[in-house]
């Protein structure tokens, strides 16, 4: 639900925002849209106030509002699966102030028409922001590139085949040469297809034993090293979807190192299982690309915690039971992931594998630097994008508690720690936990 803005009062709350060097326990105050004050005493004189929604925020964090670079909301032309209704609602109760669609629609998002389109919708429902991304190839065919420009003033943040790997040579030194010409980045799904024909999960010891064939991580690897060879010598800006192998990590650590304008993602699901998920043939745990080795699970974490892998994103996926509940190789591969994104990742946190700071930072102010819009943070002036979070609040993910249309989630039934109680976009609040369903 969203509420009209009125003046909002968080008071002692430990706000953090790594992009302001801020870990404090503070007074928030919002009004009109902003952040108006934020300091030990900030709420003074107003807290408690008529027409005032006031939280206390002791033994809670306020943090930025996230980013999700990476999510499915399958409108147009899925929309039993998804919607931008249902999507943005998810979105919300996750944390997301601001969420990146896919181009993967029916038709696809290649044209001038569907992003405005869904930017309209979008807009006429409220709450967390959209920003599609257009497609590099028309059809995502992989041969004749879109109107970028069209997509650009459309309003589209950047371009990318996902799930269809550009795999010319010619096609991908074109986009990259015709996308720099708009400042615009190329994401791309790193899969080299003919390697991985007929593949159900990672090459290994565990598709051995399943005997399912395997999507080796060479495949991901190759398709890397060739773009990051073409980035540099056009000097594009190019990003990695959904980065899970070791290999790719270390490609991207080199590139860095020279100073490429290179970025990344890795979703919350590759940093937290492995290939062994699918012992038991759960089509849940199908993605792609597939869940990899502990080797490769430990390179990815390595790699977020010192800025190899610029940013998370969720990757959500949603399909409905038709799509789900079947023989495993004709599943559809894909997860939902919007509302289990922070439980998931503050248990790495927990865990010592990363730092709270960072992981706030690969939630914020990394991803919007990847599409170049106004960060959330914690600043005086600053749009109120913010999200309160109870770390230590245990409760399961439950079908029903779900805002997305589709429940393809591996998490069903577990409990996390760690809930979003509230998430406020431009000074309005868009979910409520209090609010229950």
Known sequence: MTHAAGPLVFTRVRAVDPSRGL?????????????????????????????????????????????????????????????????LAAAAAGGFAHVCAMPNTRPVNDTRAITEMMVARAREIGGARLHPIGAITKGQAGEELTEMADLREAGAVAVSDDGHCVTSSAVMRRALEYARTFDLPVIQHAEDHALTAGSQMHEGAISARLGLRGWPSVAEDIIVARDLLLAEAIGARYHVAHVSSLGAVRLLRDAKARGLSVTAEVTPHHLTLTDAALLGYDTACKVN????SEADVAALRAALADGTLDAIATDHAPHSPLE?????????????????????LLGLVREGHLSLARLVDALTAAPSRIIAIEAPTLREGATADLVLVDPERRWTV????????????????????????????????????????
Not at 42 to 66: C, K, M, N, S
């Open 23 to 87: 870990d404090a326990t503070v007074d928030v105050v919002v009004e009109q849209g902003r952040i108006t004050r934020l300091g030990p005493d900030a709420a003074a004189g107003i807290a408690g106030t008529e027409r005032v929604r006031t939280f206390d925020g002791a033994g809670r964090w306020l943090l930025p509002a996230f980013v999700d670079l990476h999510a499915h909301f399958r409108e147009p032309g899925q929309e039993y699966k998804e919607d931008i209704a249902s999507g």
């Open 398 to 437: 439950a079908p029903e508690r779900l805002r997305s249309k589709s429940k393809n989630s591996p998490w069903l039934g577990r409990e996390v720690c760690g809930r979003v109680e509230l998430t406020v976009a431009g000074g309005v609040v868009i979910f409520d936990a209090a609010e229950g369903r």
């Open 324 to 344: 789900k509940d079947c023989e495993f190789d004709s599943a559809s591969p894909g997860m939902i992931g919007l509302e289990t994104c922070l439980p998931l």
């Open 289 to 292: 690309p597939p869940l990899r």
